[in-house]
């Protein structure tokens, strides 16, 4: 699956300085040491996501990412291995993406989602004779696949499009051969656009089923509404339970949706309604209850969501978690109905537990994540076989994820997918620190990367990284962008600042309409002091960068402290009394993020802005930001870049064309991301010949 490259130049962000547009090309520059991480080396990363244990539990495939060089996108493959290791091998592979493998009930059978006939579509491959078919002719892209019981069909999620009466109803006549403008486009719905997507038409999420050996697929649900995955079947196979928001002003709705049933025959049951979000239902083996996740709907930035049963046909819920202060994801019935395996964050970790019918409860497995190659956020996925055997993604501080068994109390790992990219390479050390915050003395826990031949007797830059958010986690897992920093020589610290997840409710509201705020800035400024502290840390040499809600607190920090030789904010929000307004997540931030509408609580939206601290900043600071971002739009970054041009500070604005806010999407912008920072700050940095 690698793919070894030479000395080649990588696509490049198009970079305004001093007025100026020019096209860059970041090309491979020398290392300090060939064994270091070098920027092309993100072409060569791989890791194991979507793992799914075959129903005997001998078996488990899973979905192999990796970067193609050629295209610079990553790509999904599925790939299947033997619960001991053995027989890795493809499934479905190539320069097509691949995924969504999904068991038939008896393990005969894989189904999957693929394009490779040029659409999304549906296919079913027998194991024995390696026969496949594909089973559907679909007009949009196949999500949430679940198999009958019977084995008999597959139910879907998929996209249909609306149909609404035109506002002009004259229509003007364009003559033969001539060339005119391309057609108004009318926006009447409250949601319009998503980040990543741009702007769509108006279509609703609908349930489908289709028989598991091909033929004509049957629309279930219908109505103005979106009818959610992941979507579970009652075990005589008569109805499937999934989640919809179906009020009539659901537009402009945020935490709600109830559970529903739909049965074969399309007839439509309510099971709950209560305010907030009932998400996630999986019925039991016995068709007697359901679990599901509850999330209240209150005006908070930070809610948990809590495990709950109850009846297969409504009534009264009962909460399982209700002393577990963490959040609950993925639930999953164990095969004899005795309780439900889930997956939960703590303390920058993410670990499989399993909670009985009366709510007792226990760790399963720890250490799922690695799947977030670029930042280390907390992430991992896992699957359980009838026989209790537990196969997961495996994260380590050197390594993305690879696939682990746990069976009888003994794990195996089963996959070694970047022992021939890293083996050889010397990477960073990753170390924990825990430190107490300035601001109030709150525990923060955070974790430092040495660089590779790290001398304790020497003096380091540091790079202070801040997570986005800012309810997320960071963790101790395998980091390209960080350890990038580390192989230039920086030691790299980051923390999980009060508001990050993993750490209970309390812990998370602690910057409840306080982002960003002297709150979390005490957070950080005390986890530089600490390493400092250390004696390895050259304090004349700090820099500072973070992306989206890291980039928000790295653009207010620097109107805070002149402690920074150089910034770079990444996608931030720079002036909260425009943004909310201008982005794809305006309902929801208004009313979880802030006491009031922008204009009811103008003064609190200004102080949370670093706009309002742009007179004091005196450090040189790059602003990053996709050209097609609709999370935190590029005019966000570009009132920063001329505020500060108008101010004389030193400044550039990167702009990353075709992105949307994930500016680290591809291969490429990953590593070119990387590359610009670090261009920054040796530009700044005091040690550099070539600095200022």
Known sequence: MKIQVGMVAMVGCSFLLGGAVAAEEASEAPSRNPAYLAPMDAFNLE?????????????????????????????????????????????????????????????????????????????????????????????AAPRDLAWSPDGRSIAFVMDVPLTSKPLVKTKLEKPENAEWNEPFKVIEAARFRQDGEGFYDPRRAHIFIAPADGGAPRQLTSGDFNHDGPISWTPDGAEIVFASNRHENWE??????????????????????????????????????????KTPNRPLAYQLNRLMTMPVDGGSATRLSADFNRDVEAPRWAADGSGIYFAYDDRGARHAGFMTLSGERRQIAKGLGGESIGRPYVSGEFSVSRDGAVVFTGGAPDRPADLVMLRNGATSRLTDLNSDALGHKKLGEVHEIVYSSSVDGTEIQGWYITPPDFDPAKKY?????????PHAAYSSDFSFELQRYAAEGYVVF????????????????????????????????????????????????????GGSAGGVATAYIVGLTDRFKAAVAAKPIINWTSKPLTADSYIYQTRHQFPGMPWEAFDHYWERSPLSLVGNVTTPTLLMTGEEDYRTPITESEQFYQALTLRGIDTALVRVPGSGHGIAGRPSRMANKVEHILAWFERYDPAKPEAE
């Open 47 to 139: 890791f194991a996501s979507d793992p799914r244990m075959s129903p005997d539990g001998r078996r488990v495939a899973y979905v192999r990412r990796w970067n193609d060089v050629m295209t610079d996108k990553t790509r999904s493959n599925i790939w299947i291995v033997d619960s001991d290791g053995a027989n890795h091998r493809p499934v479905a592979s190539g320069r097509v993406d691949y995924g969504s493998p999904r068991w038939s009930p008896d393990g005969s059978r894989l189904a999957y989602v693929s394009s490779e006939e040029g659409s999304p579509q549906i296919y079913v491959r027998w194991m024995d004779t390696g026969d496949t078919a594909l089973v559907t002719n679909l007009t």
């Open 252 to 293: 402009l709705e945020t935490i709600e949706s109830d559970l529903f049933s739909v049965a074969i025959n399309g007839a439509l049951k309510q099971l709950t309604d209560e305010p907030g979000a009932e998400s996630a239902p999986v019925v039991s083996p016995d068709g007697t209850r359901i679990a599901f996740l």
């Open 461 to 469: 830059p540091l790079v202070l990284e801040i997570h986005g958010g």
């Open 494 to 545: 980051y923390d999980n600042h009060r508001g990050s997840s993993s750490y209970g409710e309390e812990f998370g509201l602690l910057l409840q309409h306080k982002y960003p705020s002297k709150d979390d800035f005490g957070d950080h400024m005390s986890g530089v002091d600490a390493m400092i502290a250390k004696g390895f840390v050259d304090p004349d040499r700090l820099f500072i960068t």
